[in-house]
């Protein structure tokens, strides 16, 4: 980039003639546009550049945190074999941890923030997930008793009607 600052001090070229040749630059196409073509073309590959490397720097310092966490709970993983305590004693790790940390560090708060929902859905699952289930008993349906009392209410309906339709019949005849 500083090469191409001073080959665009040293050969200046009026910015009528840039306006009509601005494009996306590539980076194999780049090296024959004029040099303030160029320069933008090199800008954009050093912002690139900075912001992969803000990016790997702050997934180093993740990975330096998960580090730090596990080399403190592997021994308790090792050595204790009830997962409650042993989940209750990972929890005190991460808050241990976290007290270590100033306010200000989001990356190292957001990997803490995570191992701690890990940790607390585990115990979550430790608790209320080794419930018993309740009784679920399934069996053939049973259609006889429905159809014995559908045929009995038909019937009774049916009976019903017959002596209402009679009764109907008798009073219209004594009524002409």
């Given at each position: 980039?500083?090469?191409?600052?001073?080959?665009?001090?040293?050969?200046?070229?009026?910015?009528?003639?840039?306006?009509?040749?601005?494009?996306?630059?590539?980076?194999?196409?780049?090296?024959?546009?004029?040099v303030?073509?160029?320069?933008?073309?090199?800008?954009k590959d050093?912002?690139a550049?900075?912001e992969?490397?803000?990016?790997l720097?702050?997934?180093?310092?993740?990975l330096?945190?998960?580090?730090?966490?596990?080399?403190q709970a592997?021994?308790?993983?090792?050595k204790?074999f009830?997962?409650?305590?042993?989940?209750?004693?990972?929890?005190?790790?991460?808050?241990?941890?976290?007290?270590?940390?100033?306010a200000?560090?989001?990356?190292?708060?957001?990997?803490l923030?995570?191992?701690?929902?890990?940790?607390?859905?585990i115990h979550?699952?430790?608790?209320?997930?080794?419930?018993?289930?309740?009784y679920i008993?399934?069996?053939?349906?049973?259609?006889?008793?429905?159809?014995?009392?559908?045929?009995?209410?038909?019937?009774?309906?049916?009976?019903?009607?017959?002596l209402c339709?009679?009764?109907?019949?008798?009073?219209?005849?004594?009524?002409l």
């Amino acid at each position: 980039m500083a090469d191409l600052e001073l080959l665009k001090v040293k050969f200046p070229i009026n910015s009528a003639s840039i306006i009509t040749q601005s494009m996306d630059p590539k980076e194999s196409s780049a090296k024959y546009l004029p040099v303030i073509t160029q320069l933008i073309a090199v800008n954009k590959d050093i912002s690139a550049l900075k912001e992969d490397l803000s990016r790997l720097t702050s997934r180093k310092n993740q990975l330096a945190i998960m580090n730090d966490f596990l080399s403190q709970a592997m021994p308790v993983i090792g050595k204790n074999f009830d997962g409650l305590s042993a989940v209750a004693e990972l929890m005190r790790i991460e808050s241990g941890m976290r007290k270590d940390l100033q306010a200000s560090d989001w990356n190292k708060i957001s990997i803490l923030n995570n191992i701690k929902h890990d940790m607390v859905s585990i115990h979550t699952r430790f608790t209320l997930g080794l419930e018993q289930p309740t009784y679920i008993s399934a069996s053939k349906p049973r259609y006889l008793k429905p159809a014995a009392i559908g045929l009995a209410a038909g019937f009774f309906l049916a009976l019903l009607f017959s002596l209402c339709s009679v009764i109907w019949h008798r009073y219209r005849q004594q009524k002409l």
